[in-house]
């Protein structure tokens, strides 16, 4: 299955979420977009098993495996899709790849549902972060920009603290989203990438010959002292 997850794959799984998870306390398309992201950026892994029953709420009654691996599988592809949209530099990034964010088409009327521009995602996301509380914070306190990232995420949820405040306050952020995503990803992968010691060369012992060539011993010539 393609990494690319069209308007017409967003389109089918936001009807599927709306009839079999939204109903039970579920998630909608927006949020769990914003769920997906913040497992992609976790500094610790979240099984499929953790995380996959909060998508549902109260999880269905399936016919079986293959009708549970059916309603899984675009999930699945919105999840392979956000992995891949987290890594995505600047440059590689494009208009298809951002968030699925409901953003009014003329960028400038209030949402009709009074729900405000980004909160739906950003409460996905954070969502994802209480699965490894401690260990964002073990990351927040070594890395004050990812306390800044997780903040703007948080004023979107809660529109506190919104620089601009108002509509187009959210858009501003909403627009800061794919960088803050792979920010994270890429401290991420810093983060968890083993430090290689460093390499000394090996000394002589104190009665081996010195290296110098001066024939004698390495207490009495360069390892004086």
């Given at each position: 299955m393609s990494n690319v997850f069209t308007d017409a794959d967003a389109e089918s799984l936001a009807q599927m979420l709306e009839k079999r998870a939204i109903p039970f306390g579920g998630m909608s398309l927006e949020q769990l977009d914003g769920f997906l992201s913040g497992v992609a950026v976790s500094p610790e892994p979240i099984a499929q098993a953790d995380w996959m029953p909060r998508v549902w709420g109260k999880e269905p009654r399936w016919e079986g495996a293959r009708d549970r691996d059916?309603?899984?599988?675009?999930?699945?592809?919105?999840?392979?899709?956000?992995?891949?949209?987290?890594?995505?530099?600047?440059e590689d990034f494009t208009d298809q790849d951002m968030p699925f964010i409901w953003v009014p088409e003329d960028g400038?009327?209030?949402?009709?549902?009074?729900?405000?521009?980004?909160?739906?995602?950003?409460?996905?996301?954070?969502?994802?972060?209480?699965?490894?509380?401690?260990?964002w914070g073990e990351w927040e306190a070594k890395d004050e920009w990812v306390t800044e990232a997780l903040?703007?995420?948080?004023?979107?949820?809660?529109?506190?603290?919104?620089?601009?405040?108002?509509?187009?306050?959210?858009?501003?952020?909403?627009?800061?989203?794919?960088?803050v995503l792979h920010d994270l990803y890429a401290g991420g992968l810093e983060r968890k990438t083993p430090k290689q010691p460093v390499r000394k060369d090996a000394t002589p012992g104190r009665n081996d010959p010195c290296a110098c060539g001066s024939g004698k011993k390495y207490k009495a010539c360069h390892g004086k002292g």
């Amino acid at each position: 299955m393609s990494n690319v997850f069209t308007d017409a794959d967003a389109e089918s799984l936001a009807q599927m979420l709306e009839k079999r998870a939204i109903p039970f306390g579920g998630m909608s398309l927006e949020q769990l977009d914003g769920f997906l992201s913040g497992v992609a950026v976790s500094p610790e892994p979240i099984a499929q098993a953790d995380w996959m029953p909060r998508v549902w709420g109260k999880e269905p009654r399936w016919e079986g495996a293959r009708d549970r691996d059916e309603h899984y599988a675009p999930i699945l592809h919105l999840k392979a899709a956000v992995e891949r949209r987290v890594k995505l530099g600047e440059e590689d990034f494009t208009d298809q790849d951002m968030p699925f964010i409901w953003v009014p088409e003329d960028g400038e009327a209030p949402p009709a549902d009074d729900i405000p521009v980004g909160a739906e995602w950003a409460d996905g996301f954070l969502e994802a972060v209480g699965f490894h509380e401690f260990e964002w914070g073990e990351w927040e306190a070594k890395d004050e920009w990812v306390t800044e990232a997780l903040d703007l995420i948080q004023s979107l949820s809660g529109g506190e603290d919104i620089q601009e405040p108002g509509h187009e306050g959210r858009l501003a952020i909403v627009g800061q989203l794919p960088a803050v995503l792979h920010d994270l990803y890429a401290g991420g992968l810093e983060r968890k990438t083993p430090k290689q010691p460093v390499r000394k060369d090996a000394t002589p012992g104190r009665n081996d010959p010195c290296a110098c060539g001066s024939g004698k011993k390495y207490k009495a010539c360069h390892g004086k002292g």
